[in-house]
């Protein structure tokens, strides 16, 4: 079935860059997408990519999508404290909504 | 302000006395999902609404219900809670129909059962 997977920990030190991969396995997703979980707080929407794309950047972050290997990668330039949180990966499903969520990777962020 | 409100954002409670959590949202989403949240697990998926009276179940739908005779609501009832079903809960609502579709999401529900 539909799966998502990444790494459960990564801990920088501020200002280097965060790079946090994933891997997923449905190839007809069309959108993939990257939300984030600050400490006591729900989910949001950090960044997505379409699927015919290779590269998308906002600012700090860059998406790399390499659809041949299924992998998807998340990099924070100039990684900050208040960037520590957990980063989920995640795919869309096959009903309309539905978001097949990695475990998240949690982000430390060491000053 | 647009949002989904969770209630309780923390409950204790006992086995076997049902409970159940309240799920609104203000932005008119067709789509309503529930999760749940445990160390090493991620977000796992109970049950969800594709729109009023069309529930579905997830990938953890065992001992929980849900309804759905309004479009804003959703709550999620445990009807008889056991201590396997300690902990974090979540829900979210989209659009349906809009690529890319962004979930939004409640801030938490915290259950312990005892």
């Known amino acids: 079935g539909e799966d998502v997977e990444q790494s459960l920990f990564l801990s920088v030190r501020e200002g280097d860059s965060s790079v946090i991969n994933c891997t997923y396995t449905d190839s007809s997703s069309t959108y993939l997408y990257w939300y984030k979980q600050e400490p006591g707080a729900g989910l949001q929407l950090l960044t997505y990519i379409f699927s015919n794309m290779d590269m998308k950047q906002d600012q700090r972050l860059t998406v790399l999508l390499n659809k041949k290997d299924k992998h998807l990668s998340l990099r924070i330039a100039d990684t900050q404290t208040g960037d520590s949180a957990i980063y989920f990966c995640?795919?869309?499903?096959?009903?309309?909504?539905?978001?097949?969520f990695g475990k998240g990777t949690k982000l430390s962020v060491k000053p | 302000e647009a949002q989904v409100t969770q209630n309780p954002r923390y409950l204790i409670t006992v086995t076997g006395k049902k409970l159940t959590v309240t799920c609104s949202q203000n932005m008119n989403h067709e789509y309503m999902s529930w999760y749940r949240q445990d160390p090493g697990l991620g977000l796992r998926q109970i049950y969800y609404?594709?729109?009023?009276?069309?529930?579905d179940k997830g990938d953890v739908p065992e001992g929980y219900k849900v309804s759905r005779k309004e479009k804003r609501n959703f709550p999620l009832i445990l009807e008889s809670p056991s201590p396997n079903q300690t902990s974090l809960y979540f829900c979210?609502?989209?659009?349906?129909?809009?690529?890319?579709?962004?979930?939004?999401f409640g801030e938490g529900s915290r259950l312990t059962v005892l």
């Open positions: 609404s594709m729109n009023v009276e069309v529930t």
């Open positions: 979210a609502s989209s659009l349906m129909g809009r690529e890319p579709g962004e979930l939004f």
């Open positions: 995640a795919e869309s499903g096959g009903s309309q909504g539905n978001l097949i």
